[in-house]
RNA sequence: GCGCCUGUAGCUCAGUUGGAUAGAGCAUCUGCCUUCUAAGCAGGGUGUCGGGAGUUCGAAUCUCUCCAGGCGCGCCA
């Protein structure tokens, strides 16, 4: 545990001491101590650390909260506590000076722990996944698919750090409906290459894509497909344009720093018999019955609005059936948690896939959706609607030509996924210059800067201040910078605990600030060999803290700019 | 019609799960580079937290209602 969560759980255990052993002398009358919180307060007046304590047993206590305070006061016992004074204020708050010397703990802490400082253990090595993006693989990935892959991605490295095993995984959607059509569409423009007239499908996929693929297969098998019986030609296209599209995917989704631990094929649920195995087990448990020749699931018993069709009258399952026994397969891998990120479209699926989970005997709690709201892009002052099958959408490779990895994944991890985030390309293009992943970024170049000049210098950045030096770090700006950094494992304890990575961007950028303002303020290189070594060492340890949290957000930290 | 999400400064967005005087960035104005990177710093003003009612010591946050926008409500995925 880190030293500043150290201080507030135990000042945090000793309010309830204090409340305990007054309400044992009669001096307190309450049932069981309420939730209070201890947390920094937003005005600096009001000391390191505020509780609402006292204002929280008014109703209990039935006495004012000022007067309940101080009673609490009365046997509270500050030794080794850091508490230097405290104050009854406002409304009835407690608040905490601390005695500065703890920051002289930080430094040390993380320059033990380097790059893994922030990393914690509150996910004790359970298994995780996070499956993201998934992306129907008849197209190019576009603006909602950047901002799954930045979440999701970032979430499985925030929840790593969090002391997660983390895997991440992509649904390959290679079965079911749209494949057909992908596959008609194929078939189309195949026809088309050759010449022929021929009626484009209706549901069928229109980006320009396509033609190129089909081009691609042509230069490989020429017209061998031309005049054989559809079937095999629509599965030799198929095959072709999948395995080319999962390459493209997999290719873009690297280049935006995503790598996947699994890909995993909605296909071979079909081909290995799982999903009947699945739909068989649901029959067993009597979920299922038969109405107008298709199968369905009473998916109303666990919450759902109505009855779902799992199996089609022609036979096929739905995507609901594979998507069940896809969320079968992954409980049965062992995972302890199953996330997904699915943009907000797909809202409606969320409450019978967790009661397809509790029917199948899981727990719906352990599968876990992030919807995230979705992209709308703006052109020319206008909505751009983004479809595959019109194909008219930006893709995530144009964004990244445009603005730049870095700054398209900062700009969608600042935002919470339950905003619906306004994207426009022109202005982001002229705006990619003062995008705030920069302002971060420039710290830790500035940082980096510094410690090279310490070198160049005959300094040694390396050695390891001692507690009286570290002592004259005692600016505003300085004590400032520390707290903040103390700050990092609570941050990411919370930030993984509420599957919220969007809370560290917003870190960072707060550290970097206190950075610049400490940079503007006082010198680092300095002849007096105390403070330049302590200062050094807060250096270190800022630059530690900057590429530690930007490795989890998968942004990269430059050493120059 | 029903359900989910959203509405905070001119613009883009945060807001530690109910705390004290609501914050950043962009834009705009004024200062700061013979000293570790000016992609930076310091300072100036900007609010009916969509409207209304309620809950209580205390509400941007919880409840109800209305308004506006987005998304769902297929034998599509």
């Not at 201890?38 to 650390?49: N, T, V």
């Not at 022609?314 to 996330?339: C, Q, W």
């Not at 060999?529 to 803290?545: I, K, N, P, Q």
């Amino acid at each position: 545990m880190s030293i500043y969560q150290s201080i507030k759980d135990n000042i945090y255990r000793r309010l309830e001491e204090a409340v305990n052993e007054a309400k044992a002398c009669g001096e307190l009358v309450f049932e069981e101590c309420p939730a209070f919180v201890l947390e920094e307060p937003r005005e600096r007046q009001h000391g390191d650390l505020a509780t609402n304590l006292a204002m929280l047993l008014t109703k209990q206590a039935r006495r004012a909260p000022r007067e309940i305070a101080e009673i609490i006061l009365k046997h509270f016992n500050t030794e080794n506590t850091w508490i230097s004074s405290w104050e009854i204020a406002g409304p009835g708050f407690i608040n905490f000076r601390l005695n500065p010397a703890w920051l002289q703990g930080v430094i040390p802490e993380v320059l033990a722990q380097g790059d893994k400082y922030g990393s914690v253990n509150i996910g004790r090595g359970q298994k995780v996944q996070v499956e993201f993006v998934s992306a129907n693989p008849t197209g190019l990935l576009h603006m909602g698919n950047a901002r799954g892959a930045a979440l999701g991605d970032s979430l499985a490295s925030l929840l790593s750090v969090a002391g997660y095993q983390v895997e991440r995984e992509f649904y390959i959607n290679d079965a079911g409906n749209q494949i057909i059509n992908f596959a008609l569409s194929l078939e189309a423009r195949y026809l088309e290459q050759f010449g022929q007239e021929v009626e484009f499908p209706e549901a069928g996929y229109h980006g320009e894509d396509l033609i190129d693929t089909v081009k691609r297969f042509i230069a490989r098998d020429g017209d061998a497909y031309l005049h054989i019986e559809a079937e095999k030609r629509r599965e030799a296209l198929v095959r072709f344009a999948l395995e080319e599209k999962i390459a493209a995917i997999k290719e873009t989704l690297e280049d935006f720093g995503v790598y996947y631990d699994v890909w995993f094929s909605e296909k071979s649920l079909h081909d290995s018999g799982y999903i009947q195995e699945t739909m068989q087990i649901l029959k067993e448990k009597g979920y299922i019955y038969e109405q107008e020749g298709a199968l369905w699931l009473r998916s109303t018993l666990f919450g759902d609005e109505k009855d779902e069709v799992i199996v089609r009258s022609n036979g096929l399952a739905t995507y609901f059936a594979a998507d069940i026994a896809y969320h079968r397969h992954k409980f049965e891998r062992g995972f302890s948690k199953v996330i997904n990120i699915w943009g907000a479209d797909h809202h409606g699926h969320v409450a019978r896939m967790k009661g397809a989970m509790q029917a199948l005997g899981y727990d719906p709690d352990s599968l876990q959706i992030i919807l995230m709201q979705l992209v709308r892009l703006i052109q020319g002052g206008e909505v751009v609607r983004m479809s595959k099958r019109s194909g008219r959408y930006i893709t995530l490779r144009e964004l990244m030509d445009e603005v730049g990895k870095d700054a398209a994944r900062f700009f969608f991890l600042l935002r919470d996924p339950d905003s619906t985030v306004e994207f426009d390309l022109d202005l982001a293009k002229q705006e990619s210059q003062d995008n705030p992943v920069y302002y971060v970024q420039y710290a830790h170049a500035r940082l980096c800067s510094i410690l090279r000049q310490a070198r160049e210098l005959g300094y040694d950045p390396d050695i390891n201040p001692k507690q009286e030096q570290l002592a004259l770090l005692n600016s505003p700006e300085e004590r400032d910078l520390l707290k903040k950094i103390a700050d990092l494992p609570g941050e990411i304890a919370l930030a993984a605990k509420l599957t919220e990575p969007h809370r560290l961007a917003r870190y960072v950028l707060d550290l970097a600030a206190l950075f610049h303002t400490f940079y503007n303020s006082q010198r680092v290189l300095v002849p007096d060999e105390d403070l330049r070594t302590a200062r050094l060492g807060l250096v270190r340890s800022v630059r530690y803290v900057l590429a530690n949290v930007l490795r989890i957000l998968g942004v990269s930290a430059p050493e120059k700019m």
